[in-house]
């Protein structure tokens, strides 16, 4: 049996017309909050996942690997048949949040029921942060600035 190098996920059977298992299907934590963070980031109005912390490391880890963490800011329990899943976003300024809201638990649970087949029972939002456009832009570049002025 091949295994994707986790310990957690789900374990589901697979049947035939008769009821018989003929192999199982495990599906790992980590495609779950793949799969709901990619759905939070095309819902209309979250400028980011997670919180500043998480984002400045996932960020550096981003940079580093030149590759992204679709899973950053989003936690899930999977059970055999059910999954609840967290989840910490900023919004854009502007941007009506419960409105947000409806439409992550909209789209994630669309997304996560669609590919996985587990019922998602429960999406927790927490709402960080607003981002202003204009205010955080190009902070990096100032950062690397002074990072070279002072040495």
Known sequence: ???????????????????????????????????????????????SLGGGATRAVGAMKDRVSRSNDPGRGVKVEVGEKQTAIDVDVVVEYGTLILEAAKKIRIHVTDAVQTMTGLEVVEINIKVLDVHVPGADDGDDDEASESSRRVQ
């Open 1 to 47: 049996m091949a295994t994707n190098g986790s310990g957690s996920g789900t374990t589901l059977g697979s049947n035939d017309e008769q009821g018989v298992t003929r192999g199982t299907t495990v599906i790992a934590d980590s495609v779950v909050s793949t799969i709901a963070g990619i759905a939070v980031r095309e819902t209309d109005g979250i400028h």
